[in-house]
């Protein structure tokens, strides 16, 4: 796909999305094709390198964030993901939360008629 992809005609850059295996494809096309970028972003990309050692906050920061960062990097390393979360959430609790991250993340949209 990638030798496909080089031999495209020259076109606008534009904004690239690039998941999993897409996110390595547009990571190499990059490489080699950087006239066609504007931005990247890349969602959970197989081959790249580990994630750096110090990720966690120093120890210069609050104990209650460095708990926080600690304890959802812990939990992201066994899968536990933030719908995870959710999901063993009693049913009312799941429905406040979502509703909140919703509504804080995307404007309100009027009802029509």
């Not at 490489?31 to 750096?52: C, H, M, Q, T």
């Amino acid at each position: 796909e990638i030798a496909r992809m080089e031999k495209w005609p020259t076109i606008e850059a534009m904004n690239w999305v690039g998941h999993s295996m897409g996110g390595y494809l547009v990571a190499v096309l990059a490489i080699k094709r950087p006239e066609l970028f504007d931005n990247i972003i890349l969602a959970s990309p197989v081959g790249i390198p580990e994630a750096p050692k110090n990720k966690l906050p120093p120890q210069s920061e609050p104990w209650l964030k460095q708990l926080i960062f600690r304890t959802v990097f812990l939990l992201w390393e066994r899968d536990w993901t933030p719908q995870v979360v959710l999901r063993w959430t009693p049913t009312q609790v799941g429905r406040y939360f979502s509703y909140i991250w919703i509504h804080a993340r995307f404007p309100r949209w009027e009802e029509t008629e």
